[in-house]
């Protein structure tokens, strides 16, 4: 199925150098939000190579790094709701709020704690 909001392109480490991307049902669910949410999911984090997420202080244990995760511009309040609204109306059961920085973590992974919301 070829995603109607999203390209592989969005995904990509900011490394520039590798080639790793997330996995396909990362981007049909996200797909399945974006068409709920009605409003422009902005991807600023996809994969990253593990040399890229210690360069940015994330965590070793990040789901980026599998593949499995993607951060979501939310520019607004409003616009925050939306997007978590339909993360969980789409299946997600592990969502993260940066309310400083103005982005949504959502993941797929399955070997981490689910149906969890938390802040950071």
């Known amino acids: 199925m ?3 909001h999203f390209t592989p392109a969005e995904f990509k480490c900011q490394c520039g150098k590798c080639s790793g991307g997330v996995k396909t049902t990362l981007i049909e669910m996200l797909d399945d939000a974006r068409d709920m949410a009605k409003v422009p999911f902005v991807i600023t984090s ?4 593990e040399a890229h ?6 965590s070793p244990t990040s789901s980026h790094t599998l593949g499995l995760a993607a951060d979501i511009a939310a520019p607004t309040s409003h616009h925050a709701f939306l997007i978590m609204q339909s993360l969980i109306f789409c ?3 592990r969502i993260g709020w940066n309310q400083e920085k103005k982005f949504i973590h959502c993941d797929i992974d399955a070997d981490k704690p689910q149906r969890v919301l938390f802040a950071y």
């Open 2 to 4: 070829k995603p109607k």
């Open 91 to 93: 299946g997600f059961k």
């Open 46 to 49: 996809g994969y990253r190579c």
């Open 53 to 58: 997420n210690a360069s940015i202080g994330a």
